[in-house]
């Protein structure tokens, strides 16, 4: 799954492709690295982004997948639901919801959904996020929405246990090594850690001469590289998790990511 962030504030590309005609020549060169499905998104999730309005949000979304539908195929990133009906209506094919909310919207569409797990919101999820067990928790709200969304008649389910978004690096590294949990759940699991602030961190500590996962405890202190910097510990945790039984990675870098796909695969 290739990402198209048609925003001026994505944490990895802000304002790379805000143009439409940016954005969609954007997807076809991700298209010919070999994604499968391009993920459009017109609002900014990364933690303290601000909301967008719903308008201003389908004017980002709908011109670019009006343009791209039938050549490959569609998902919108969005928690609303008015941009979600305008999307499919210009062609898309799956709603990719950050917020786990929208299942009765695709259950009424006929699409495909992504849950994926949040813990609070954006602007505030990064403020000393909590957990009693973190892999416990996610795998319980994933399968509870899986579950709801089954029973509205959803018929394409995908979970995704949703690295960064209010959890620390050590929730997100207890999240990867457990992932076979999360697959277990028995849904499809797709998984985003293309280009994720722990991975910046893992990269400095590396970088700092911190070899030793012990010495990995205070990660969340360290300056990460640059998000176009995280090439490295993007494709090693992909690897992990397409290893591990995930079924779908999305990623910035698709090149990248579909030859390491290939040479596992092999
Ligand atoms: N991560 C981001 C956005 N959408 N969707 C799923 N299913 N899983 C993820 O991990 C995920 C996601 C954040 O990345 P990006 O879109 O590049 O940044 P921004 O939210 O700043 O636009």
Redesign the pocket.
């Known amino acids: 799954m290739g990402?198209v962030?048609v925003?001026p504030d994505?944490?990895?590309?802000g304002g790379q492709w805000f143009e439409p005609d940016a954005a969609i020549s954007h997807a076809r060169r991700l298209v010919a690295d070999g994604a499968a499905v391009i993920d459009v998104?017109g609002e900014?999730?990364?933690p303290g982004?601000a909301p967008v309005p719903e308008d201003e949000e389908i004017r980002r979304v709908v011109p670019v997948v009006e343009a791209l539908a039938g050549q490959v195929r569609i998902s919108v990133?969005t928690r609303k639901e008015n941009v979600a009906r305008a999307a499919v209506r210009a062609g898309a094919t799956l709603v990719?919801d950050?917020s786990a909310s929208l299942w009765a919207v695709a259950a009424d569409l006929g699409v495909g959904w992504?849950a994926?797990h949040m813990k609070g919101e954006p602007r505030t999820m990064q403020t000393a996020p909590r957990y009693r067990n973190v892999v416990d928790e996610v795998a319980a709200y994933l399968e509870a929405h899986a579950e709801a969304a089954s029973v509205a008649g959803v018929a394409e389910i995908w979970v995704?246990p949703?690295?960064g978004f209010g959890k620390n690096a050590e929730h997100n590294l207890s999240l990867l090594h457990h992932l076979d949990r999360i697959v277990a759940l028995g849904w499809p699991v797709?998984v985003?850690l293309s280009r994720k602030t722990t991975l910046g961190r893992l990269l400095a500590a590396s970088d700092a001469g911190r070899r030793s996962p012990s010495e990995t405890s205070s990660l969340d202190d360290l300056e990460p590289t640059p998000p176009d910097d995280r090439l490295e510990g993007s494709i090693a945790t992909q690897v992990w998790a397409m290893q591990r039984g995930a079924a779908m990675i999305?990623a910035?870098d698709v090149r990248a990511a579909v030859q390491a796909a290939q040479v596992v695969a092999a």
Request: glycine fraction near 12%; proline fraction near 0%.
């Open positions: 990402v962030n925003t994505s944490f990895s590309d998104g900014s999730t990364r982004a990133d990719n950050v992504v994926m995704d949703g690295f797709v985003g999305r910035h």
